[in-house]
């Protein structure tokens, strides 16, 4: 990436944090950061690549999961998130976008732009609409409760194919999330449901995961009572998908996406049965800028030479 785009979107918070925070942590179901390096025009992140394709496209193909999925996927997330929370890392974008299959069917959660090292709390609104907490969207300050929302979120899109908050308009799924309101469909798992509402509260000091006990409530709930967690970290669990991978650069399990940057642009133009499965919404994103103006690229230029590029340099002088 190129250093004037990240500082023109703003963008240059984001970027160190997720390249701070990956440096930091190594855990079985995060994705490792190999390498990075900066010079005086680019940014360079090396990630290893996890060959499986993203969770979205399986569930998006296949409907929705059966409860043994669910209940494979979220354990695993359930230790990824457990280990960022241990570290003070609030992860803040959970979604089956985020989440890989490596080669043998284990999860990676990966795109660490709105992770942050936390002590208290924070009050920057980021993540995508359907799966913000409460306390995002009333800007009442927030910290790790929101990602075992995200959590209830992702459960009930995996157990029915779709979000419990679901609006063809941002505002729409605000309105939703704030009412509390959620049609349950008739094919949940009902232990899967109770686990559900418990994530799904509003007030966080009463959401499971959020309380003395933190992550052990989660781990300890009725539907994962059949686990060994030693087992799960270990990755021991058999997956109940098995990506076909010839090798471990093979692309297959990837859709080939235009580098349009407008995604909603992106969205209406695709229209074809064999296009790629998206939301049927823009996704918020850290570098948005569909509510700004736009302007001439001329004017947006920086001079490259003298104390401008010292300034972008030093912007980036220990990444």
Do not use: C, E, W, Y
């Given at each position: 990436m190129t250093i004037s785009e990240v500082i023109r979107l703003k963008q240059v918070e984001h970027v160190k944090n997720e390249k701070?925070?990956?440096s930091r942590v190594h855990h079985p179901f995060i994705v490792e950061m190999l390498w990075s390096h900066h010079n005086d025009r680019f940014l360079y992140m090396l990630l290893e690549f996890i060959c499986g394709g993203e969770l979205f496209s399986y569930?998006?193909?296949a409907g929705r999961f059966s409860n043994s999925a669910s209940n494979f996927y979220a354990s695993e997330i359930v230790c990824a998130l457990e280990y960022l929370h241990d570290q003070h890392v609030v992860y803040r974008d959970l979604k089956p976008e985020n989440l890989l299959l490596d080669k043998d069917g284990h999860l990676k959660l990966?795109?660490?732009?709105?992770?942050?090292r936390l002590e208290d709390r924070t009050w920057t609104l980021c993540g995508t609409p359907e799966y913000l907490a409460p306390e995002i969207i009333l800007s009442?300050?927030?910290?790790?409760?929101v990602d075992w929302w995200a959590l209830g979120i992702l459960t009930y899109e995996m157990l029915v194919g779709y979000p419990p908050f679901y609006d063809e308009n941002p505002f729409g799924i605000y309105e939703k999330i704030l009412s509390g309101k959620i049609e349950w469909a008739r094919?949940?798992?009902t232990v899967g449901k109770d686990l559900i509402k418990k994530l799904l509260v509003a007030d966080r000091t009463k959401r499971l995961g959020n309380m003395k006990n933190g992550s052990q409530d989660v781990k300890r709930h009725k539907w994962f009572r059949h686990l060994n967690w030693a087992d799960v970290y270990a990755r021991k669990l058999e997956p109940p998908i098995?990506?076909?991978?010839r090798h471990s650069g093979d692309t297959r399990n990837f859709y080939d996406y235009p580098e349009y940057d407008n995604m909603e642009y992106w969205a209406e133009e695709q229209t074809g049965e064999n296009d790629p499965p998206i939301r049927p919404k823009p996704l918020e994103h850290p570098g948005d800028t569909s509510n700004f103006d736009s302007y001439p690229e001329e004017d947006l230029k920086w001079q490259k030479s003298g104390p401008a590029l010292v300034r972008e340099q030093s912007l980036f002088e220990d990444f």
């Open positions: 701070d925070i990956l569930l998006r193909n990966t795109d660490f732009g709105f992770a942050k009442k300050g927030h910290n790790k409760a094919q949940m798992n098995i990506p076909r991978v």
